[in-house]
């Protein structure tokens, strides 16, 4: 974890001025993490949070030097199926609006007004999962 942590504040704080209090909270204690590694490094992270069916992903980060690879693709899929076998029927997530061509090319939809987390403008996005 603490190399998750270390990629989180790296991308986070350090990359996207995330003050660094906010970073990591009580979430962290309960949420399924996932990493990718390469190399014994992190280079890629997420949480996922149930909430009954609903799985809500967050603290997606890719290492800036993975970011082309195709990381951050994986760990959703991943997540997805994560979630889907813990009986979740969708996922959430608060997108980044300069990541949200990202999700939408995998499939979330956006809903609701731009919102700020973090000091940086976010979307909520969801998409159904395949039962």
């Known amino acids: ?4 942590y270390a990629l989180r504040h790296n991308v986070f704080v350090v990359e996207q ?3 660094e209090e906010i970073e990591v909270d009580e979430d962290d204690m309960v949420a399924t ?3 990718a590694v390469s190399d014994g490094h992190v280079i890629g992270t997420l949480r996922i949070l149930l ?5 809500k992903i967050g603290r997606m980060a890719v290492s800036a030097s993975s970011r082309t ?8 899929e991943s997540a997805a199926t994560t979630a889907s076998s813990r ?4 996922i959430i997530l608060g997108a980044q609006l300069t990541a949200y061509g990202f ?3 995998l499939g979330y939809m956006e809903e609701g ?9 976010h979307v909520m996005m969801r998409k159904k999962l395949q039962l």
């Not at 974890?1 to 998750?4: H, I, L, P, R, Y």
């Not at 909430?51 to 799985?55: D, F, I, N, S, V």
Request: net charge negative; aromatic share 6%.
């Open 113 to 121: 007004a731009v919102f700020d987390d973090g000091g940086t403008p």
């Open 17 to 19: 001025g995330v003050p």
């Open 33 to 35: 993490h996932l990493a």
């Open 69 to 76: 690879e195709g990381i951050g693709r994986e760990l959703m």
């Open 1 to 4: 974890m603490s190399a998750v």
């Open 87 to 90: 009986g979740a029927e969708e």
């Open 51 to 55: 909430h009954g069916r609903t799985a």
């Open 103 to 105: 999700y939408k090319r």
